[in-house]
């Protein structure tokens, strides 16, 4: 089967850094990708690790480890801002050639003062 | 470079009726995905497609189709509707390489059935 967790909801202090973690089951895995989403916005791209180790983005990495089947998301110096949800997917080519996403439930971030 | 637009931003609808949703990629982008977001399944992938193809399709009944048209614009259409049917519709382009590829969203159409 294929599956994605990731923790529901998680607390942090403004300035803080921040990990959030995501493990995955999946046939023909081809790569995993963080996006944030603010309520009722879009989900937008943060990163993508198709290989082991990590990949830094300004305030944002994001470490994959595919032995284990788990990455996560690092965010650093955290603002006000960052409060959204963030989204581990992974795609798949299980099935074929495609471009097929799937996506952990999403773990709402709250940033506090 | 515009991103990905989609209309209507907002629908209601009543159950058994059917709908259809729009999407019009970023440009140069081939392959259009759409997605089905709730609360409480999340994100779940509907179909994809590429040049005017459908590549892949997720686990949906019947009543969820889609196509693209050649200039890669692409529409979803849900046939006699259900409650549960009301959610986030995304849809998001990329180049079509697979592998390589990184998909961008659209702001959705947030589609309510009563």
């Known amino acids: 089967g294929q599956n994605i967790d990731q923790p529901t909801e998680m607390t942090a202090t403004e300035g803080a850094i921040v990990q959030i973690n995501c493990t995955y089951q999946?046939?023909?895995?081809?790569?995993l990708f963080w996006y944030q989403q603010h309520a009722g916005e879009a989900p937008t791209f943060l990163s993508y690790?198709?290989?082991?180790g990590l990949e830094e983005k300004g305030r944002f990495s994001s470490f994959l480890s595919r032995s284990k089947g788990y990455s996560y998301l690092l965010l650093k110096e955290l603002q006000m801002k960052d409060s959204a949800s963030y989204l581990c997917?992974?795609?798949?080519?299980?099935?074929?050639?495609?471009?097929?996403?799937?996506f952990g439930t999403g773990t709402l971030l709250a940033v506090q003062p | 470079k515009a991103g990905v637009t989609q209309t209507p931003r907002y629908l209601i609808k009543t159950r058994g009726q059917q709908v259809t949703l729009s999407c019009s990629p970023i440009?140069?982008?081939?392959?259009v995905s759409w997605y089905q977001q709730t609360p409480g399944q999340g994100l779940q992938f509907l179909f994809e497609y590429f040049s005017e193809t459908q590549r892949n399709k997720g686990n949906f009944p019947g009543r969820f189709s889609g196509r693209q048209f050649s200039n890669s614009r692409s529409e979803m259409n849900v046939s006699t509707l259900e409650l549960g049917d009301s959610a986030l519709y995304l849809c998001?382009?990329?180049?079509?390489?697979?592998?390589?590829?990184?998909?961008?969203f659209g702001p959705g159409t947030r589609l309510t059935v009563l």
């Open positions: 999946t046939s023909g895995f081809n790569g």
């Open positions: 690790n198709v290989l082991d």
């Open positions: 997917a992974v795609r798949s080519l299980y099935g074929g050639a495609t471009n097929k996403l799937i």
């Open positions: 998001a382009s990329s180049l079509g390489g697979v592998g390589t590829d990184t998909q961008y």
């Open positions: 440009s140069g982008h081939r392959s």
